[in-house]
């Protein structure tokens, strides 16, 4: 009897234990189910985010510093008043530049008229920047890029581009739509979807950007002399980036070189900044 009795117990707590294995179980699956849907959730909106703010990360308007009444050039848009800072000269050279995504670019005029004094000077102010109405976007500014290339054609018919950073984008396509003379792109890359890519890795940069600044695909098209400077230490634009940028232009076409000791914003602080550009637009 004792014995029976002792068996009792040893039963009844197997039993107990193989019904609660299920429930514990049950209930670690639905708190892991849980979790990972909040995290889905979570990641689902920060893309959300980054695609419907994504403009404020690229373009960072900056007021013009430098402009006077008789300096500026108004582009009357379908949709918006774009302002350009002049430095007007009358014969058959004229430079327009393109600046980067935080860029005032009144504030090159004074150097720019020093170094190439030979050359009436056009600087775009995006959308947004320096009193230009609208909002910044690749498609808006290309259309203010062509307007102001047709514009300032009519009465210069050797005209340069220059650009800048996110500006080089814009140059390398109005290069590849208009009769350029000469083209310079400073800290360039290959498409604004790899620079993203590399700063975003978790995001699926390709689904969901909207500006992407391809500028290797337009480089195919271009048949002008082309000089590409790189920053040696460029923190922003990887080297390999600027690299696949000068292997889509035409053999012979682009030519890179390196500023030595320089940085992404750095890289016009540099004597060889201005003096590479003269031995190509000076002579």
Known sequence: MLCAQAAWPNRWTTLRQRTCLPVKSSRMSRTLMSLV????????????????????????????????????????????D?????????????????????????????????????????????RGFGGSGGSPSEEAIAED???????????????????RSLGSGVAVRLASQRPVQNLILVTPYNSLEEIAAR??????????????????????????????????DDEVIARASTQRLLENFPKGVAVLKVVPDSGHNSISDRVQYLQWMGDVLNH
């Open 37 to 80: 849907v909040l995290i889905v959730a979570v990641y689902l909106v920060l893309c959300a985010a980054l695609f419907v703010f994504q403009r404020s990360l690229i373009y960072f308007p900056q007021p013009a510093a430098l402009d006077s009444a008789d300096s500026r050039l108004k582009l009357s848009m379908p949709d918006a």
């Open 82 to 126: 774009v302002w350009v800072s002049t430095r007007e000269r009358v014969g058959q050279r004229a430079l327009i530049y393109f600046g980067g995504n935080a860029e005032d670019v009144s504030r090159n005029l004074p150097e720019f008229s020093e170094a190439f004094p030979d050359y009436a000077l056009y600087f775009l102010h995006y």
């Open 145 to 163: 890029a062509l307007a102001l290339f047709d514009q300032v054609y009519a009465r210069h018919p050797q005209i340069a581009v220059v650009g």
């Open 199 to 232: 700063q975003y890795p978790w995001v699926p940069v390709q689904w969901l950007l909207k500006d992407r600044y391809e500028s290797g695909k337009y480089a195919a098209h271009i048949r002008v002399p082309t000089l590409l400077l790189a920053a040696s």
